[in-house]
């Protein structure tokens, strides 16, 4: 406690926090009193995911995360204006995927930002990031009402899709779909279904019958039969 006290008392002046390897898995700090810092290390704890508090270091220009038990990159990191470098090794990230993870801070920046917005606008468009999958955190998000997913590489989408019940637009034109979940049937919102170039995708799921209020669907150049 002794340690973690004198390292908060001196980032008052230094700008620099270093939190690492204190076991921590919450963030015990005033980040309004200390909204100056410009560099934040929590290597080495046991952190499953991000203080939302974070957020309000407007200066920081380097946060490093190593070694602690992160599954997701918070879209919170894309409101940090002056960030510059961003370390996360040793942690068992599946999402942003890896090709952005290793393309570095301005790439996942860039990923992440839609993901931020979309809880004011309810429109998430991840278009063209050659994505492999769409991580089921994605599922979480109730109020997306868009959700764009065209020019992936997705062969599949979570299986808890249909927890996104005020979805009105699904779009994943120009994928690897094979299949569609079951869940597809919970979206009782769903005006607009499009789904065009993916031609391994053959069969839509009995349960889609339930999509009453379902106005477009758009499935040219799909192996429907």
């Not at 929590?42 to 974070?54: H, T």
């Not at 918070?74 to 996360?88: I, T």
Request: glycine letters at 8%.
């Amino acid at each position: 406690v002794i340690k973690f006290l004198r390292r908060v008392h001196s980032a008052s002046e230094s700008l620099v926090l270093d939190l690492a390897w204190l076991g921590m898995h919450q963030l015990f700090i005033d980040t309004q009193a200390l909204s100056g810092l410009t560099t934040l290390n929590l290597s080495g704890n046991r952190f499953e995911r991000l203080p939302e508090e974070i957020s309000a270091l407007r200066f920081l220009r380097m946060l490093t995360l190593d070694e602690n038990l992160l599954v997701v990159l918070p879209p919170l990191l894309a409101a940090l204006p002056a960030l510059e470098r961003l370390s996360f090794k040793g942690n068992p990230l599946e999402w942003p995927p890896e090709h952005v993870a290793n393309s570095g801070t301005d790439a996942i920046q860039g990923f992440l930002r839609p993901l931020l917005d979309c809880d004011v606008s309810g429109v998430l468009d991840l278009g063209g990031w050659q994505l492999l999958s769409l991580h089921d955190s994605v599922c979480d998000m109730a109020g997306l009402t868009h959700l764009s997913l065209d020019s992936n590489l997705c062969k599949a989408l979570p299986r808890d899709l249909g927890r996104l019940q005020n979805l009105n637009v699904l779009s994943a034109r120009g994928n690897l779909l094979e299949s569609m979940p079951a869940s597809l049937g919970q979206l009782t919102n769903l005006r607009t279904l499009l789904l065009d170039g993916n031609e391994r995708l053959e069969v839509l799921p009995p349960e889609a019958c339930r999509l009453a209020v379902l106005q477009e669907l758009g499935v040219e150049g799909c192996g429907l039969r």
